[in-house]
């Protein structure tokens, strides 16, 4: 008997567990992919936004006594590069994860690769349905923000319940991003889906949409549906307020942050509707909050390269608000980490007390319900600010 | 022209020696990125079959590789009546619609001089990403085709990238011998003649169209065996994949490798790679200039560091550094084209 | 897609939007031109220097000076760049293959993008134009005031280019340094200089282009680029050596453009570049030249 427990003994002390890449008894290192170069580089402060917070958890001590390495990559918003990147984060670098990449297209054309090596696609920064929906097929990935296709949907209920007679205009970016937020439109008004009487698509090499904008107020519409990108969407109200059209405005919320809002011509921006889930560090409702003060000093003290315009960007607020729920994952998987007990964290989430998005949001998953952040609230545009109104509602897809 | 022979070839058996053997000694990331440098180099060389060799500019053979990569895509999921089509296949069928392109492209091309030229293929280059955005069914859109992953065939025990490595540069030295055969025979010659004055061509016989025409669909066909393997590489395609900037990135490649010079275009395609890459490692090495302290992360950061490293290298080398190399080396280098 | 129905009031409205569009091509288009045709050169970084000289306007304005204080100091330095971008950048590479110059224009433009993100970041800001946003009546038809205002002002400035050439000395030297420098330097033209001139000139016209289109676009380092894409479109569709080309085909091209984009459906936004493309290659294959341009046609 003796024999055998020390036989036993013996071969279980080799058998040491094999490691999981991307973590040591005090590092944990994560990686990302994010536009720093080309045209939409100013989303790559998301990942500007992530790396101060990490800074600031590890010098309080880091995750259960690890410190997070995060190495993020260049990819320009080219779905190559990202490859290129991803590969080099999962076979150079030796990640634990890849989290919050940037871009649908950059993040489907990793996909496959990251759940065939098994590595976690965590809190994929894009708002198409297919990164929650489709787990059975891709279980290692896992969406953050609520979908653009539920965003519509909201805007379709809120028509059919409070505007009479309604004629809907709708530009929309002629992309997956724009066709997503059309269809849950269409989706959202259901039987009243007729009332949509005139839509145009614009690509994002166009100049300016005034073109588009003129067309659509030739079709009498009173709403508008701005379903379009940045500069997009400011040209969309410069040329509402020019033609002297004054429909009801609902603008996406990618493009609704107080910065941008504030420099369009007022007429045209006041009463506009959009959603909001996250904490805008312009908006002078969150002015004396404790997240956004939070959000602030982190990024004077341990952002690199950031300047005063930086502390008003809401790129680096969702970049934090993400760091905040990797950094709570990390904590649910545990001392033992390891890729399963990561992805097994991220699916079984219920974090409340993110400083970085509206109080009262829960961001809740299970490995059937993969959409991290499915709440917001409703919001009115006047005086120059964002208004929030309702209570919280649900994006939730199905 | 017989006497320059031996160099050559013994240039060319060390080229692939070395390329048979240093993925033992690289890591395996690594040989991913040589693959990528391979893919790159095979488009340089098209590239200066046509501007090094019968002188037309084109801004456009980023486009050619965008043909390429969509074939391999749309063989390889849309398949042939729903058969789809094994990777490796679909390679020279991508070079062959692509060089069928670049016919198409260099017939009107022949009545378009210099810059008339440069304009309308980049404005080729310019156009095309639209197409998949506009027939998104059959090509994507923006959102894209995503192949299977690549994997080496007959389970040979070996990784991807390693696999990814040997077949660019296996097909990489099989087109190279390719080029290299044709410019020293019949076409060279004419192309030649063609580049240094068409009149004097013409005069003497040479059909400055067919050669001009010929010369497009060539480095058409190179471009597009280029771009069908760097899809297979990514296993995705969509308009950004094969950007405007990615036909701008390849004439770049061709000027500060030289033209003409073998060594050079490996240059230029390494160059590609890395300052779109490594960036922070450039930035990197600038930081040692006093005063100096660039944050690569910082938006708009890279793009300077790229647009300075072109300016001064420009203005440093002007016939790139095939053109130093030659000067330095003279006639003991490796050169892929003999000049009379 | 659902396209709305025709009406007149519409299409006047489109035509004017074109026309303003086309106004911007033009002004760029002619900066193309006229260092084209000085030094033989594609300024790939026209675009970038006039959204820097824009960023540089705004940046004035923004320290309390008005629209039409600042407009001469931001000319003034658009010069001065201009021409210390000839001297510092081009000169160098004044002999060396086309190739060669084209990558130091191209680097040039990415720098200047960079720069730009650098100093003043990426996010979209405001430009306050000179011109109100009214709109008037025309006949029936509400127009902007802007859009005529932006018309206007790319007239005068070609028309008083137009007046330098013609019938200044100076412009009569830069006229003969372009076509023929070796004669030039013979009766005393400091030809090196009057390319510099050229350069000079070329971004003051971009300077104007991009303080004029800025209140309508919204400022950021990129707003540009696609207008530069249009521009070589009408500077090629017009003829590289031409000026009146340059401003008669940044006209026709925002205007046809525009029109088809709007009112024919294959073509919608998606195929606005490509269309283009097409109008100019198949207008090349029968007058080599452009519109207006001249090509050495060699018979063999």
Redesign the interface.
């Given at each position: 008997m003796c024999a055998i427990v020390a036989a036993v003994a013996v071969t279980s002390a080799d058998a040491r567990p094999v490691a999981t890449p991307g973590v040591t008894a005090d590092e944990i290192h994560l990686g990302s992919s994010v536009p720093?170069?080309g045209?939409a580089?100013?989303a790559?402060?998301v990942?500007?936004g992530i790396?101060a917070y990490f800074k600031y958890v590890n010098d309080k001590g880091g995750v259960l006594g690890r410190k997070i390495t995060f190495t993020?990559l260049?990819d320009?918003?080219?779905?190559?590069?990202a490859?290129?990147?991803t590969?080099?984060l999962i076979?150079?670098e030796q990640v634990l994860a890849v989290f919050s990449s940037l871009g649908?297209?950059n993040n489907?054309?990793v996909r496959?690769?990251l759940n065939?090596a098994k590595v976690p696609q965590l809190y994929v920064s894009s708002g198409a349905t297919t990164f929650g929906r489709d787990y059975k097929k891709y279980p290692w990935t896992i969406g953050y923000i609520p979908p653009y296709s539920e965003e519509g949907e909201l805007y379709g209920r809120y028509v059919v319940k409070n505007i009479k007679k309604p004629k809907i205009a709708v530009l929309y970016q002629?992309?997956?991003y724009g066709r997503d937020l059309l269809g849950g439109l269409k989706r959202g008004l259901g039987s009243k889906a007729k009332s949509?009487?005139?839509?145009?698509?614009?690509?994002p090499?166009?100049?300016?949409v005034?073109?588009?904008v003129?067309?659509?107020?030739?079709?009498k519409a009173n709403v508008l549906m701005v379903f379009a990108f940045?500069?997009f969407s400011?040209?969309a109200f410069?040329a509402v307020?020019?033609?002297?059209w004054k429909p009801q405005i609902f603008v996406n919320d990618v493009s609704s942050a107080s910065?941008?809002m504030a420099?369009?011509?007022q007429n045209a921006a006041n009463g506009s509707i959009s959603i909001v889930f996250g904490k805008d560090p312009a908006s002078p409702l969150w002015r004396n909050d404790k997240g956004v003060r939070l959000f602030q000093s982190i990024l004077r003290k341990y952002g690199?390269?950031v300047?005063s315009?930086?502390l008003k960007?809401g790129y680096f607020t969702a970049g934090m608000a993400t760091a905040y729920t990797m950094v709570d994952t990390l904590k649910r998987a545990g001392k033992t980490l390891t890729r399963q007990s990561v992805m097994n964290a991220a699916t079984h989430l219920n974090e409340k007390g993110n400083p970085f998005v509206l109080p009262g949001i829960v961001l809740h998953t299970t490995p059937s319900s993969r959409f991290p952040l499915t709440q917001v609230r409703l919001q009115r545009w006047s005086g120059n600010a964002w208004h929030p109104f309702g209570k919280l509602i649900s994006a939730k897809p199905g | 022209m017989r006497s320059k022979l031996w160099p050559e070839l013994a240039g060319f058996a060390a080229l692939a020696l070395v390329v048979a053997a240093l993925p033992r000694f690289i890591s395996d990331f690594r040989a991913r990125e040589l693959a990528i440098v391979g893919m790159y180099f095979i488009a340089l060389l098209g590239l200066s079959i046509l501007t090094g060799y019968s002188g037309q500019i084109s801004l456009g053979n980023g486009a050619f590789m965008a043909i390429g990569g969509y074939t391999t895509a749309v063989l390889s999921v849309n398949g042939v009546y729903g058969h789809q089509i094994r990777d490796l296949w679909t390679i020279p069928i991508a070079g062959v619609i692509a060089g069928v392109a670049g016919l198409l492209v260099g017939v009107p091309a022949l009545r378009l001089s210099g810059v008339y030229l440069a304009l309308i293929t980049f404005g080729i280059a310019v156009s095309f990403p639209q197409l998949p955005k506009k027939f998104d069914h059959f090509l994507g859109g923006t959102t894209g085709k995503i192949l299977n992953l690549a994997k080496p065939p007959f389970g040979l025990a070996t990784t991807t990238n390693n696999w990814m490595y040997y077949l660019t540069w296996g097909i990489a030295l099989v087109l190279l011998g390719v080029a290299w055969w044709l410019v020293r025979g019949k076409t060279g010659r004419a192309l030649k003649a063609i580049r240094d004055s068409e009149v004097a061509a013409a005069s003497s016989g040479v059909s400055l169209a067919t050669y001009k025409t010929f010369a497009f669909g060539i480095s058409a066909f190179y471009a597009g065996v280029a771009g069908s393997l760097y899809a297979i590489a990514n296993a995705y395609v969509n308009p950004d994949v094969f950007p405007i900037i990615l036909s701008v990135y390849l004439v770049v490649g061709l000027a500060v490798g030289g033209v003409d010079s073998l060594v050079g275009l490996i240059f230029g395609a390494g160059l590609i790679y890395f300052l779109q890459n490594h960036a922070d490692t450039v930035a990197g090495w600038i930081n040692h200039l006093p005063a100096l302290s660039l944050d690569p992360k910082q938006p708009g950061i890279p793009s300077m560091i790229f647009g300075a490293v072109l300016i001064v290298v420009m203005l440093l080398l002007p016939t790139g550094v095939g053109g130093l190399v030659r000067r330095l080396f003279g006639s003991l280098t490796s050169r892929l084209y003999t000049r009379s | 897609m659902v396209l709305a129905a025709f009406t007149w009031t519409e299409f006047a409205q489109q035509l004017a939007a074109g026309i303003r569009e086309g106004a911007i091509y033009a002004g760029l288009a002619l900066a193309i031109v006229i260092i084209y045709r000085s030094t033989r050169v594609i300024n790939f970084a026209q675009g970038e220097m006039a959204t820097f000289t824009t960023f540089i306007a705004w940046s004035l304005m923004n320290h309390g000076l008005s629209f039409w204080t600042a407009f001469p100091i931001v000319l003034a330095i658009a010069f001065a760049g201009g021409v210390a971008i000839e001297r510092v950048v081009i000169r160098p590479v004044e002999g060396a293959p086309v190739v060669t110059v084209v990558i130091v224009t191209l680097g040039l433009a990415l720098l200047l993008n960079g720069l730009m993100s650098v100093i003043w970041g990426g996010a979209n800001r405001q430009f306050h134009g000179p011109f109100s946003t009214r709109t008037i009546d025309v006949a029936g038809v509400p127009i902007s005031v802007q859009d005529i205002g932006i018309v206007a002002v790319s007239v005068g400035l070609v028309g008083l280019l137009a007046l330098f050439f013609r019938f200044t000395k100076l412009g009569l030297a830069l006229r003969a340094a372009a076509v023929n420098p070796e004669s030039s330097r013979l009766v005393g033209i400091r030809v090196g200089w009057m390319l510099a001139l050229g350069w000079g000139i070329a971004a003051v016209l971009g300077a104007v282009a991009g303080m004029m289109i800025a209140p309508v676009v919204f400022l950021d380092p990129n707003m540009m680029q696609t207008i530069l894409l249009y521009a070589f479109a009408a500077a090629v569709l017009g003829g590289l050596d031409s000026p009146i080309g340059a401003v008669v085909g940044g006209i026709l091209l925002g205007v046809t453009i525009t029109l088809l984009g709007r009112y024919v459906g294959f073509i919608g936004s998606t195929l606005k570049l490509p269309a283009a493309l097409m109008l100019i290659l198949v207008l090349l294959l029968v007058r080599p030249g452009g519109l207006f341009g001249r090509v050495a046609v060699r018979r063999v």
């Open positions: 720093l170069s045209e580089a100013i790559g402060n990942a500007r790396e993020y260049d320009g918003y080219d779905p190559g590069r490859v290129n990147n590969i080099r076979q150079q649908t297209s489907l054309a496959k690769l065939d002629n992309d997956d949509i009487v005139a839509s145009v698509g614009y690509d090499t166009s100049a300016d005034q073109p588009q003129t067309q659509l107020k030739a079709s940045g500069k400011l040209q410069n307020s020019r033609l002297g910065a941008l420099i369009v011509p690199s390269s300047n315009r930086d960007d | - | -």
